[in-house]
């Protein structure tokens, strides 16, 4: 007689997602005999609604990856010879990270530099028991730019936070701008509401210099070249004008100094805007009537526009459209790019990062953007000491940030002391001193706001933490109490952090049981004002800022025409569909999805270069070059192409990736990168 199958012991936990994405999805995972089998969307939460994207849905195989790191690894090879580690126990490696931290400090603690983003988006392996340890040794610290600073500052700059409207309205609305987002692979949740409206007889507009997956499913695209998104909204501003399309009793009791911004609107009729953007007058004039006619009318904006030298300046050009037309008075009218200012009215920031802890004291900001310039610069005066200690978590900044060569020649100095805390050996693992095993979110406990909806959710550890893998907030206790650091804070729990997290406003018992609880937000938050500015009203002038308007890119046809000769194809580079930055790029199912690194390009771009579809072909510029695949496609507008990122450099032909040809120079407002803003040629292999 055979003996009974043994009893599968099965159990569902609540999660959320931890990544760089505005949907920030309640997820429920599924162990059975304490190993994770599925990771799903949680039907009962309003956004995530059952739906999960693909690369989320695969988080056991990224957890449960031959190539995880399981314990820490100590650099055996020089900095410029091929990446070589051996095994070390955790006190090997603690002790001697700190010893070297110490050192440094005692001459100048601004020396040791912390380097971390998005990998989570965590409250608690973010940046709570890092911030503690880094401000108690008075480091340097991190402007976190890479992103959405430009973005986030602008509306800032006009709304006084950032806020925006309901995700779920936007199923209700008449006319929907998607503007610089390809829902389809980036704002899955958004893009649910988008095609119900569109069901329902709702126009969609996809406004994108590439032609994305968005754009096929929308009823018109408008493919302007990049950088020109503030030019469009001043043309369309332009026609709102002349035409009457306007809510004079909305403009005069919720907006300040609107005759000024009038002026400047006025002096951009569609033919001019036209011919900035490289679209033609009609559009302009098309896009303006329904958008001032049509109500509700919303925007979905997303982050990719503002990633050019001009991008702050353009997102507060785009924020002032629904003003204009009193859009806000409807809660399926308005504007959405970050509902993160929703949140931090909840959020207990101070608590989780004691800033108190620097006791007065004001270290150098480093912006992130630029990290290979400043891995590069000489201690001075003005700079401050050398950065001689790199501490680099949550983040992979060989890879995902801009001018790769100059990034690697930092992080290759041999006189630089790297730590880094990983899942994986990535590109920026290779140029460690020392790889520390990090948790994945299915391991440790976390705390969640979203920029995309107003819900705040909490992420419990579905099992044990694999290996020798620690969370970031153990890894920085340990060193804290190596460091001497004795503040009572060092030795709070996660499950303390959590409690911290967030004001009274949030109700934790509600919390732990149902893994979310949504915010107090008005349907309709704006219809009566309301903003949260020093006067109540929408700033069109910023006291910082001045009046906006068009600012164009570092490197385009227009404003740098001798570079332009050289390197006369603009390039931008979207995130490929199946990867998040460069997370998820090493799993290998989503890999042989996305087959290999490529570019897009026009057709008039390839004959004029006698290129063929499929071959190898090398982009190029001052800054470095890579190599990839040419896909000749309509996806690309002519003088346009599209590398598709962000791959490591390692599992790309040659090495190199799409920051081999991209800028450190900054965004206009917030400091960001411009990634986007970026002038290439391509040739073949």
């Known amino acids: 007689m055979n003996a009974p199958e043994p009893a599968i012991a099965s159990r569902v936990v609540h999660g959320a997602c931890p990544h760089d994405c505005p949907d920030t999805c309640a997820l429920k995972i599924t162990v059975e005999n304490e190993r994770v089998v599925k990771v799903q969307g949680r039907a009962e939460h309003p956004s995530t609604h059952g739906a999960l994207c693909t690369k989320v849905s695969r988080y056991p195989e990224r957890t449960y990856h031959p190539e995880r790191l399981l314990q820490p690894m100590k650099r055996v090879s020089a900095k410029h010879e091929a990446p070589r580690f051996e095994p070390v126990s955790w006190d090997e490696a603690l002790d001697d990270i700190a010893r070297r931290l110490r050192a440094i400090a005692a001459r100048d603690p601004q020396a040791i530099q912390p380097y971390s983003y998005a990998g989570t988006m965590g409250l608690i392996q973010g940046e709570s028991m890092a911030a503690r340890f880094f401000n108690a040794l008075g480091a340097a610290r991190l402007d976190r730019t890479i992103c959405a600073s430009a973005g986030a500052e602008a509306l800032n700059a006009t709304y006084g936070s950032r806020v925006g409207m309901h995700l ?86 919720h907006v300040d100094d609107w005759p000024a911004m009038r002026e400047r609107a006025l002096q951009w009729p569609p033919q001019r805007a036209a011919e900035v953007c490289g679209i033609t007058a009609d559009e302009v004039r098309q896009l303006a009537r329904e958008y001032g006619t049509t109500a509700p009318a919303a925007i979905r904006l997303n982050y990719g526009m503002q990633r050019v030298h001009g991008g702050g300046n353009a997102v507060r050009l785009i924020a002032l459209l629904p003003c204009l037309t009193g859009a806000w008075k409807h809660r399926a009218g308005g504007l959405l790019l970050s509902a993160s200012g929703w949140a931090a009215r909840v959020k207990n920031t101070q608590a989780l990062e004691r800033p108190d802890l620097l006791a007065g004291r004001q270290p150098r900001m480093v912006n992130m953007s630029a990290i290979g310039e400043a891995l590069l610069r000489e201690a001075s005066p003005e700079f401050g000491p050398r950065i001689e200690a790199l501490i680099v978590y949550n983040s992979n900044p060989v890879a995902v940030a801009p001018d790769t060569a100059q990034v690697l020649r930092g992080f290759q100095r041999p006189d630089l002391f790297t730590v880094v805390l990983e899942h994986f050996m990535t590109d920026t693992a290779d140029q460690a001193d020392y790889v520390l095993p990090a948790t994945t979110q299915l391991e440790h406990l976390d705390v969640h706001t979203s920029y995309g909806h107003t819900d705040v959710l909490r992420n419990e550890p579905a099992i044990a933490p694999l290996g020798e893998a620690r969370p970031n907030t153990q890894i920085f206790r340990e060193l804290a109490a190596r460091m001497g650091l004795d503040d009572p804070c060092f030795r709070e729990t996660d499950e303390q952090l959590a409690a911290q997290a967030f004001t009274d406003a949030i109700d934790q018992d509600q919390l732990k049981a149902q893994g979310f609880v949504s915010l107090d937000v008005p349907e309709a938050p704006f219809a009566e004002g309301g903003w949260p500015t020093p006067t109540g009203r929408v700033q069109c002038i910023s006291p910082r800022y001045g009046l906006p308007d068009h600012v164009p890119n570092r490197e385009s046809r227009l404003s740098s025409p001798e570079l332009a000769a050289r390197y006369p194809l603009a ?84 090495g190199e990736n799409v920051n081999a040809v991209t800028q450190q120079g900054l965004t206009d407002i917030g400091g960001g990168a411009t990634f986007y803003d970026c002038l290439v040629e391509i040739a073949a292999v």
């Open 168 to 253: 779920r309205f936007f199923a209700e609305s008449r006319l929907i701008l998607i503007w610089g987002s390809n829902s389809i692979a980036s704002n899955l949740h958004f893009w649910t509401y988008a095609n119900q409206a569109k069901r329902n007889g709702a126009r969609l507009v996809c406004i994108d210099p590439r032609k994305t997956e968005t754009a096929d499913k929308c009823h018109q695209h408008i493919a302007l070249l990049p950088g020109t998104d503030g030019a469009l909204a001043l043309g369309l501003m332009h026609e709102l004008i002349v035409h009457g399309w306007l809510d004079q009793d909305y403009l005069d009791r």
């Open 571 to 654: 390039m931008i580079s979207p995130p490929a569909r199946n990867f998040l930055n460069s997370s998820f790029v090493n799993v290998k199912s989503l890999r042989d999805i996305e087959g290999e690194p490529l570019v897009e390009m026009h057709a008039d771009d390839a004959a004029a270069r006698r290129l063929e579809h499929g071959r190898m072909v090398r982009i190029f510029n001052d800054r470095g070059s890579l190599q990839c695949r040419l896909h000749i496609s309509e996806r690309a507008r002519p003088g346009v192409v599209n590398g598709l990122g962000v791959w490591w450099r390692k599992l790309s032909p040659g």
